[in-house]
């Protein structure tokens, strides 16, 4: 959609290829998740709500395939669309099904702030494209940051019942939350060569101390917890579901033009 | 908006014919005047023109860069004309012109309220206000309903004097 493949030397253009990768299927994963609300919010003005955070999130996943795309020569709708469930590097915070309405605030709640911590890196990345991209994301980003907040807030401050799920949530979220930040086979290049100017490392510690001060008065004290290795590569039957869904009309006309 | 002079006033033709093409969603504004026109570069060989998509998952880019590449391709000006898709500049509400914010209130929708400072790296400003004059009534006795609109660029609100609902061009 944009400029002519960059020239770049390999390995760069592989480590280019891996984050732009994750950051999309984290995008296009929890968009899919957000549009199982799309009908049966529990107000009407979450069902639009998330019906406009759900296009967003697709939308920013579609911008960073189409970058991935003209860096490996491929097409985005194939990348979204034609890759099996194993094939996806969503982390696996993404890997459950929206559960119920404090399970998909908290979740929401702990993807914003990461994401917010992760665009504000890849605003200063040496990839051009893909900088200007993540500043345009951030201030879109804005604003599901702020409905996440607003309902974390709405659910403690309520007491009872929607405290005590809410907590339930972060509580069990909160050791798949860090594999937002799970290492890349890459990530070394990346930061070396400024495509992605902080290590994930020092992301996650930025992140951490964001979020613990809003969550434990909520949640009690939550566990240390460090991104795993495999962050990225598990997989639920939760998610083979959705896949299933996301891709069925793809499947259903193999090769056609939309 | 910059008209650089130039290869026998092709430039300005092109800005022009722009000017005739509307938004898709809101057909009262041109996409001149929305700010989605970046760069416009013309040479005898091709017509580039720089579209700066207002939210990046808007479904009606391709639509404009269709509209946009037909009306630019009418006018002959070169063989090749491109429509490049771009973030760079980032599109932000700062880009409308005066005359686009009238349009949009004269067609139902409060115009965004401005940003201060440069815009571009305020993100703390970006919040939505509680309040937005009504495009009706002018009043201020309004309420945000929800920060969320029918469009990823629009907010929703009520106006306590007219009793409308209406919906702001949202603030980004």
């Known amino acids: 959609m944009t400029a002519a493949p960059p020239d770049l030397a390999v390995t760069q253009r592989d480590a280019l290829a891996e984050l732009l990768l994750s950051v999309a299927d984290d995008e296009f994963v929890i968009g ?8 049966i919010a529990p107000m009407l003005e979450e069902d639009v709500a998330t019906s406009s955070i759900a296009q967003d999130e697709i939308g920013h996943a579609r911008a960073l395939y189409e970058l991935l795309a003209d860096l490996t020569d491929d097409d985005a709708d194939r990348i979204a669309y034609g890759r099996g469930a194993d094939a996806f590097r969503h982390a696996s915070l993404l890997n459950h099904a929206r559960g119920d309405w404090a399970f998909s605030v908290a979740r929401r709640y702990l993807y914003e702030t990461a994401d917010a911590v992760r665009l504000e890196a890849l605003a200063r990345s040496s990839h051009a494209p893909l900088a200007a991209l993540a500043a345009k994301m951030r201030r879109e980003e804005t604003y599901h940051l702020m409905h996440a907040e607003a309902w974390l807030r709405r659910l403690a401050d309520a007491g009872g019942d929607s405290r005590q799920r809410l907590a339930d949530a972060v509580r069990r979220l909160w050791p798949d939350a860090q594999d937002l930040f799970a290492p890349l086979a890459t990530a070394d290049e990346a930061v070396g060569r400024g495509i992605l100017p902080s290590d994930l490392a020092e992301l996650h510690r930025a992140w951490q101390e964001r979020v613990r001060p809003a969550l434990e008065p909520i949640a009690g004290p939550l566990p240390d917890a460090e991104p795993r290795a495999d962050g990225r590569t598990r997989r639920t039957d939760d998610f083979r579901w959705l896949h299933g869904e996301f891709t069925s009309v793809a499947r259903s006309q193999e090769g056609a033009t939309w | 908006m910059v008209t650089a002079r130039g290869l026998d ?6 800005w022009a014919a722009l000017r005739d093409v509307p938004d898709p969603e809101i057909p009262a504004i041109s996409v001149v005047d929305l700010g989605v026109i970046g760069a416009v570069d013309v040479s005898d060989e091709r017509v580039r023109v720089d579209l700066l998509p207002t939210f990046v998952g808007c479904p009606a880019i391709g639509v404009m860069q269709t ?3 037909e009306r630019l391709r009418s006018l002959e000006l070169a063989p090749d004309v491109e429509v490049r898709v771009v973030f760079d500049p980032p599109w932000t509400s700062e880009r409308i012109s005066p005359e686009g914010r009238e349009r949009l209130r004269q067609s139902g929708f409060a115009p965004p309220a401005p940003i201060r ?9 970006l919040a939505v206000l509680p309040v937005a004059e009504c495009p009706y009534c002018g009043s201020r006795n309004t309420t945000l309903d929800n920060p969320f609109g029918p469009t990823l660029c629009r907010a929703i609100y009520h106006c306590a004097d ?8 949202k603030r980004v």
């Open chain 1, 32 to 39: 899919f998740w957000d549009s199982e609300w799309t009908g």
């Open chain 2, 9 to 14: 006033g092709r430039t300005e033709r092109v």
């Open chain 2, 67 to 69: 509209e946009i590449g």
């Open chain 2, 117 to 125: 400072g440069a815009g571009l790296t305020g993100l703390d400003e």
């Open chain 2, 162 to 169: 007219c009793r409308q609902p209406f919906e702001q061009f």
